[in-house]
């Protein structure tokens, strides 16, 4: 595998399921990021994990709920979502030099997400 | 606080023809500039980026872009576009923090 995985790539589920979205990367990056893109809206950034420490948190519904467990594994935990909340979900991935200079991200190709 | 700006919601070229898409942002300091492309249910794929010197960077697929600061503009440009250059294209502003800050998308139709 390389670049950044996704899986699955599509999920439907209902709004008492639970879920979690996997993603993982092969380039060695240390940081890595969700974002969720809805019909007719800009990406939104979700969350940030730099070194495997939450750095962002951009007012995300707690049904949300993010985990790294290591610089290439991210997880996203979903429970009792709302049909709203049906999107395509991006994960990227980046290195983060020190001084925090920048670098560009690079993404999965999503998971399709309905929530019936 | 940043943003970008992409006026054109929807474009229509023929195969051949050349190709702008506009890109403004705001941003205070000196922006990391960057372009993706989406396919229909694919990821974004980077296209070209701006981190500083030449204002003129070239990109993958033929793909370029100019970066005017007296415009605070980004434009993407080809001279001859494809069939297989159908798709959503994403200007990005480097923000503070390693974030990106997208806007909102050209959809790039190529008509036959």
């Known amino acids: 595998e390389t670049g950044v995985t996704q899986t699955p790539r599509h999920l439907v589920m209902g709004m008492t399921n639970k879920k979690s979205l996997k993603c993982e990367q092969h380039?060695?990056?240390?940081?890595m990021y969700w974002y969720k893109q809805s019909a007719k809206k800009p990406l939104e950034l979700m969350f940030v994990?730099?070194?495997?420490?939450?750095?962002e948190n951009n007012s995300v519904p707690s049904r949300f709920s993010p985990e790294c467990p290591n610089s290439s594994h991210l997880f996203l935990h979903l429970h009792t979502l709302q049909p709203e909340d049906s999107a395509l979900y991006l994960c990227?991935?980046?290195?983060?030099?020190?001084?925090?200079?920048?670098?560009?991200?690079?993404f999965g190709p999503g998971t399709r997400l309905t929530v019936l | 606080a940043q943003s970008v700006t992409q006026p054109d919601i929807h474009i229509t070229v023929s195969e051949g023809a050349s190709l702008e898409l506009r890109c403004n942002y705001s941003?205070?300091?000196?922006?990391?500039l960057f372009w993706y492309v989406q396919s229909p249910g694919q990821g974004l794929q980077l296209l070209l980026k701006?981190?500083?010197?030449?204002?003129l960077v070239q990109g993958i697929k033929g793909f370029e872009a100019e970066f005017k600061r007296s415009q605070s503009s980004f434009n993407l440009r080809k001279p001859s576009v494809h069939w297989s250059d159908a798709a959503e294209y994403f200007c990005?502003?480097?923000?503070?923090?390693?974030?990106?800050?997208f806007g909102a998308g050209t959809i790039l139709r190529v008509k036959s």
């Open positions: 990227a991935s980046s290195l983060l030099f020190a001084g925090g200079s920048y670098n560009e991200q690079f």
């Open positions: 380039l060695g990056h240390n940081a």
């Open positions: 994990y730099s070194l495997e420490e939450r750095v």
């Open positions: 941003y205070g300091a000196t922006p990391y």
């Open positions: 701006y981190f500083s010197g030449d204002t």
């Open positions: 990005a502003v480097g923000a503070r923090g390693n974030k990106l800050v």
